[in-house]
């Protein structure tokens, strides 16, 4: 099917905005569910953003099942 790429597409359509927030506000939820079975990553506090305490946390205990591998810094770790 057909489709169009709409830039800042959030500013211009209440679809589009309204699925951002809720996507965000998803991904802010499973993140505290994360956090709790994995507190050294703090995902409580990053909300899925890395920061240096999550990549501290990556290099001590490796990654779970729940990093994305085709985030560089977790496909880096297959070069050691």
């Known amino acids: 099917p057909q ?30 569910l994360l956090a709790g079975h994995y507190p050294a990553f703090k995902w409580d506090s990053n909300m899925g953003y890395a ?11 490796g990654p779970t099942a729940h990093h994305r591998k085709s985030f560089a ?4 770790l297959t070069l050691f």
């Open 3 to 32: 489709h169009e790429a709409i830039v800042k597409g959030d500013s211009v359509s209440q679809s589009i905005a309204a699925a951002s927030i809720l996507a965000k506000c998803v991904r802010d939820r499973l993140m505290t």
């Open 51 to 61: 920061t240096a305490d999550h990549f501290h946390a990556i290099e001590q205990y």
């Open 73 to 76: 810094p977790i496909g880096q």
